[in-house]
């Protein structure tokens, strides 16, 4: 047995339940006259909906064909050898769940050296190798292709990455070392670096093709066909590949240090991943692959050993497998048909959330507001959107007109709501113009019509306590912009009944919103942890530290947006509003803050001005701050915030705001854009000992987002 077999076998046993793909090999007549040819085929034997992965198992599979090809190549009986996917799945890279299994660093630095050994092979046989990427291509996926002579890519592709930075890892079976050296670095950091933490972005398999990173494009329904033929006129010479000379002098740092700033604005040096990638980035411009090779595995294995990919596993998980099973949530079979919805208001949110049930539900949306002229405002502005929609084909003329025909307005409730199943409310925040407006809508829907709320921090109980039916009532909240952030909290007040809240789970999975069942407490989850966490800074501001040490102390958490611009967008005003909300809920926990509400008084949008381009302190805002004399370090400042946040996560998990803190992470990351490398923020207050120091233990299980005992 070869070295890389033991190794593999080796891996192997460490993952018994690994779904195995094989890797079939055929030969065929290329057209042209060109010789025989074997085509490798990856293939786990499940549909597109379970994507080819490389397990152990999988890899010696591969290995076991090469060594057929191989020989086959040696002593001339094949031309060329190809390596494709099964139908729409090309393969998705390495098998996580291996991944989060392994214990020991020798383990995972030989996943990285397993993979490296059988794909290397692909680039060192006797005859000319060509990748097919058929379908969907990522990771391992991709990097199998970049191993071979030359690659296609069809146009039906729907998606294709090299993700790992965006998990918590390097692209590791050649990716960092052969992307740059066969597209540049410059779009290879695009593609590694800038991709991955822009939320994973894909490419589709034009882009690919216009990157330089296949040879060749071709339609999906004869996709293979063509390929084979472009392949025997590569192989005849008719077909002559021309690839770019790169630059390897300063093109080559300069990209490394556009990757540097990206990864620096995103992350803030909080996760290793992306500066690991940008060293053997920097480092292949020598153009020595084993050498790049035995690094890429060095930093895989450090990687899988670490707690930032744990915490991006943990979170991938969540957002793959919990957000699709909600806790708590009812039996579905309960849920009743929503076949018209109604939306009370016609202002901005409103008007997104009609927009987003006509294109989910393509049903009826009607809206009402206290005059024509708002009513008629709304819908033009859903109108709009629809229109903008069409001019960037996301939709066809058909399609758009449906869509603008389905959401309408209307003054008189009792016309709009009389038949509507599903009537939600996105008025002012305040208590009672919240129970004017349900005693309106119950006056004239039908008996089993939900009455759903998107308030942001008012009690849903109270507001359906003066209901005849106050069972009917759920809260729906969602965050802003709407069509982008994926988190739903599904309120259930204390009488709420098992169909309507059964009914609004059901219109979240059709609105593909990523729900999640939360208790009707003060504020719920995000803003009830955002707003404690901006609360702290802006006490420490209060009390005297200034602003800029207060901004950068949280930097090394990487979050998506410094605490005061992530204020400006949410806006001053609602701040205020829902920080005085818990303050009268929780006066001990949370403050209001005096210069807070000075900037609102004022009038102020934010904190900051952007003359330079840059944010920088606006000096009206400057002059009503009134802070006293008790300057903190920014360590100081960070220990104290993520204390209040360790706290507030203990109580509320005390109080069963959610069933469990995988919930409140889920919450944070798909409503607040909290990052991917901290798994959510428990795993990083584990990590930290935040936990163990406020709450006297750890918020999750050994090994859940971390490396297993």
């Not at 198992?57 to 060594?67: M, R, V």
């Not at 305040?430 to 829907?445: H, L, S």
């Not at 209001?592 to 003359?611: C, I, T």
Request: some cysteine; charged content about 25%.
């Amino acid at each position: 047995m070869s070295d890389t077999a033991e190794l593999l076998k080796g891996a192997a046993e460490l993952f018994p339940d690994e779904v195995v793909t094989q890797a079939h090999v055929r030969h065929l007549d290329l057209p042209k006259g060109a010789g025989r040819f074997a085509l490798i085929t990856l293939d786990n034997g499940l549909d597109h909906t379970k994507p080819t992965t490389f397990g152990p198992q999988s890899l010696a599979n591969l290995n076991a064909a090469i060594d057929q090809v191989e020989q086959e190549a040696a002593d001339g009986s094949v031309v060329g050898v190809g390596i494709t996917g099964k139908p729409f799945i090309f393969a998705v890279g390495a098998d996580l769940k291996g991944v989060e299994l392994l214990k020991r660093h020798e383990d995972a630095l030989a996943i990285g050296k397993g993979g490296h050994d059988v794909f290397k092979r692909l680039s060192g046989l006797a005859v000319p190798t060509f990748a097919y990427y058929n379908g969907a291509a990522m990771g391992g996926g991709v990097e199998v292709g970049l191993h071979c002579s030359y690659r296609t890519v069809s146009k039906a592709v729907p998606a294709f990455s090299l993700p790992e930075v965006f998990l918590g890892l390097v692209p590791g079976w050649g990716g960092c070392v052969l992307l740059p050296n066969l597209i540049g670095p410059e779009r290879a950091v695009s593609v590694i670096i800038e991709n991955s933490l822009n939320q994973n972005k894909q490419l589709k398999g034009q882009q690919v093709f216009d990157l330089g990173i296949a040879d060749a494009l071709f339609e999906g329904a004869d996709f293979l066909e063509q390929s084979l033929i472009w392949t025997a006129s590569v192989l005849t010479g008719e077909t002559e590949v021309a690839r770019p000379e790169l630059d390897r002098g300063a093109a080559w740092d300069e990209a490394v240090a556009r990757g540097k700033a990206i990864a620096d604005g995103k992350v803030h040096g909080a996760a290793p991943a992306a500066y690991r990638a940008l060293d053997i980035i920097a480092a292949a411009k020598n153009g020595d692959r084993q050498q790049g090779f035995d690094a890429e595995d060095q930093a895989l294995a450090d990687l899988i050993m670490g707690g930032e990919l744990r915490s991006g596993l943990y979170a991938f998980n969540l957002v793959q497998k919990r957000a699709k099973r909600p806790a708590g949530a009812p039996d579905k079979k309960l849920a009743r048909p929503v076949t018209k919805v109604g939306v009370v208001g016609a202002g901005l949110m409103a008007s997104q959330l009609a927009l987003l049930f006509a294109r989910r539900l393509e049903v009826p949306v009607v809206l009402t507001d206290i005059d024509q002229a708002r009513i008629d405002k709304g819908v033009a502005y859903v109108h709009g959107e629809i229109d903008k929609l069409l001019l960037k084909g996301r939709v066809n003329q058909d399609k758009a007109n449906r869509l603008k025909g389905l959401v309408t307005g209307h003054l008189d409730k009792a016309a709009a709501f009389g038949d509507a199943d599903f009537v939600i409310e996105a008025v002012f925040e305040e208590m009672g113009v919240k129970q004017q407006v349900f005693a309106e809508v119950e006056a004239v829907v039908p008996a089993h019509a939900i009455l759903a709320t998107n308030t942001s921090s008012l009690s849903v109980t109270e507001m359906a306590s003066k209901l005849k039916n106050p069972e009917r009532v759920v809260g729906f909240h969602f965050f802003n912009p709407v069509a982008i952030l994926p988190l739903l909290e599904i309120v259930r007040a204390e009488k709420t009944d098992d169909a309507s809240l059964a009914t609004a789970f059901a219109v979240a999975k059709s609105l593909k919103k990523t729900a999640v069942l939360v208790k009707d407490a003060p504020a719920f989850v995000v803003n009830r942890i955002l707003t404690r966490f901006m609360g702290e800074i802006q006490n420490v501001i209060d009390e005297g530290t200034s602003v800029e040490v207060a901004e950068k102390a949280v930097e090394p958490l990487g979050l998506p947006m410094s605490p005061l611009v992530l204020l400006e967008l949410v806006g001053p005003a609602i701040g205020l509003h829902v920080s005085e909300t818990l303050h009268g809920a929780f006066p001990e926990r949370f403050t209001v803050s005096p210069n807070l509400k000075a900037v609102v008084e004022a009038g102020k949008r934010g904190f900051y001005v952007y003359d330079s381009g840059k944010p920088e302190l606006d000096p009206e805002v400057a002059a009503l701050l009134k802070q006293g004399d008790s300057v903190l370090t920014e360590e100081q400042v960070r220990d104290r915030v993520l204390d209040a946040v360790a706290q507030e996560i203990g109580l509320m998990l005390d109080e069963g705001v959610v069933a469990e803190a995988q919930d409140i992470d889920l919450c944070l990351i798909t409503g607040a854009g909290w990052p991917f490398h901290l798994g959510g923020i428990t795993p990083y207050l584990d990590r930290a000992g935040v936990s163990e120091r406020v709450t006297g233990k750890k918020f999750l299980a050994p090994g859940l987002a971390s490396v297993p005992a």
